[in-house]
């Protein structure tokens, strides 16, 4: 019987990465697509019916592109630096409930990989260590662009984690775990979206400048810092940094589903897809906030994150556990 289970843990791995893989690949052409239409210009339309297979000529190209290392730069943390920052985001769904519990071969088989009693602490645990993927990137490039960069995406990055961690104490109240299963179950009846409206407010925008998303695209800044802490990657390492950007935003997709949106909870349809609707609807409002909404100043960005986010998630943290105190 272990060696089921061992069966069934592969498959639901390999699944998954390759589920992951391809949303970001579609979501890459998508993007393209939609604000191509929003703001009135041609999109991609060579490669492919209307450009379908545009993503695939892209990661042609770059296979084939040359793999430079500047002069000087650090060579082993420059060639692994891409890898770390694009494995945390694929880390993160071991521990995301994507559908209920099923059986298969007569065996009872869980909606997620792995679901750890500790799963919150293990998601805001990957996220902290894909912030060295930024700081070493921009070190070890042994340039002033890449690294003014890499200083910008981590400060940007430690700020607004706060505020994403913070805007989930709420839901660990109501849900009275950290599991992230245990979350899902708890909205059986209703999304915590319902009762934590801001809450919910306070993790999107903070999950917009985890992703790297407009407004909060400062790191890589054209104006004044070219393309930021992997102004000098190219090839295979520069696609590597690309694909993780969407990966993470359909990381970034699923935890909204999980502790806000219900996870896989509604009706008529099956639970899976009612998950993969929540994620691809974070992800056009994704789009869409990055056509629609202009970008900001790094100290406006900084400002946000310390003295607009943080101090409405503390408040909201208190009137939640005064709330729940005064209820039961």
Do not use: C
């Amino acid at each position: 019987m272990w060696f089921l289970g061992l069966i069934i843990l592969l498959v639901k791995i390999g699944s998954v990465l390759m589920v992951l893989l391809m949303m970001a690949v579609f979501l890459i052409f998508l993007e393209r697509k939609l604000l191509a239409r929003l703001q009135m210009r041609i999109g991609p339309n060579r490669a492919g019916f209307h450009g379908v297979l545009q993503p695939l000529a892209d990661a042609v190209k770059l296979v084939f592109k040359e793999d430079t290392v500047p002069e000087n730069a650090d060579r082993i943390i420059f060639l692994f630096a891409p890898a770390l920052a694009a494995a945390t985001a694929l880390l993160i769904f071991a521990v995301v409930p994507f559908t209920q519990d099923f059986t298969w071969f007569g065996r009872q088989v869980a909606g997620v990989i792995t679901d750890l009693n500790v799963g919150l602490l293990y998601v805001l645990a990957m996220m902290s260590v894909s912030v060295y993927g930024v700081a070493l990137m921009g070190w070890a490039s042994n340039s002033k662009y890449s690294l003014l960069g890499g200083i910008r995406g981590v400060a940007r990055m430690i700020s607004y984690k706060l505020s994403l961690g913070l805007s989930l104490v709420p839901v660990v109240i109501m849900a009275q775990s950290f599991s992230l299963v245990e979350i899902v179950n708890a909205q059986a009846g209703y999304p915590f979206i319902v009762v934590q409206p801001l809450a919910f407010a306070i993790f999107m925008v903070s999950a917009m400048a985890e992703i790297k998303r407009l407004p909060f695209d400062l790191p890589d800044a054209e104006n004044e810092l070219l393309a930021g802490y992997h102004t000098e990657y190219s090839g295979l390492r520069f696609g590597l940094f690309f694909l993780g950007e969407y990966v993470t935003m359909v990381v970034m997709g699923a935890l909204t589903a999980v502790f806000f949106l219900g996870g896989w909870h509604g009706p008529w349809f099956p639970p899976v897809i009612w998950f993969f609707i929540k994620v691809m609807l974070f992800s056009l409002f994704l789009i869409w906030t990055r056509a629609a909404v202009p970008g900001l100043r790094y100290d406006q960005v900084m400002s946000i994150g310390w003295k607009v986010l943080i101090p409405l998630a503390l408040v909201n943290i208190v009137i939640t556990g005064g709330v729940l105190l005064a209820v039961r």
